[in-house]
């Protein structure tokens, strides 16, 4: 048969895109990072248990593990080849209500059943005497801290997605793919030549945002009025050998936000520029 009058294949559509999600986040890379998240998160719940005084921080990975396996699960859909932005939606869904489910539930099931031996409840116990009666992870009983730590959890791993796709997925796609970054909103309006640079404005922009407003949050210091003061004794603190992070997070996120502020303003324009455009075309064909 003449190749020239071959029929085009059409690529075939999966009839059940979200089943195929779930598989691919329990396949490959995903698995091996899941595997590792239960890990932790088994291993720092049997390091609470003598930790009457909260020193150690891997008593916090049972609820940051679960965050962890979903970001990383929206995190690899940055890097995969797309040809539109459906993948991305899908894996949104999937990495924020089914992701942590699979590490919340497992390090969940592993607490219950080790503090069901009295050996390990009377590690508890001996902690909290050392302790002036006081357990950092353990004193709200045992039946309450069943309860929160599968319940954080997934909490949190519900959050870490959606992060995740702000300050890292969209930024990076507005760059490498802006057409498909794009697709379904006004960006689509404005003209091939200036479409992608507007995209990345308005995309990276508010990645350096929403990263802004998270160091600003943890960062201490106070309104961007301050911001001038607060740069001063910084920088003076600098001068005599000293760091003070929390100022210097706090400095970083007010950069940051205006930024990405500034960013997305110009991107936004462009697009407004382009529906002025488009509504005198469709008003002078009229």
Known sequence: ?????????????????????????????????????????????????????????????????????????????????????????????????????FVAVPVGVVQAIAVAFPGVRQTIDDASSANDGFHYWWSEGIGAQLGLVPVAGYVIGTCAPLAVLLIIVMPVLSLRAPRIAAEGSHLEKVEQGRRGAATAFVFVGLGSMTLGVGFWTFGDGGSLVEFPEDLGRFLDAVSHGYVPWDDAVWLVGVVLVVLGVAAMAWGCVQVLFARGRVAAAGGQRG
């Open 1 to 101: 048969m003449d190749e020239r009058r071959r029929p085009t294949e059409e690529p075939i559509e999966d009839p059940h895109p979200f089943r195929s999600d779930l598989r691919a986040m329990l396949t490959g890379a995903n698995l091996v990072v899941l595997i590792a998240a239960i890990a932790a998160g088994v291993w720092a719940v049997f390091d609470t248990l003598a930790d009457a005084d909260g020193e150690r921080p891997w008593g916090m990975l049972p609820v940051a593990a679960p965050a962890a396996y979903a970001g990383w699960c929206m995190l690899e859909i940055a890097w995969k080849p797309l040809s539109e932005i459906g993948p991305v939606l899908r894996r949104l869904v999937t990495a924020c209500f089914v992701a942590p489910l």
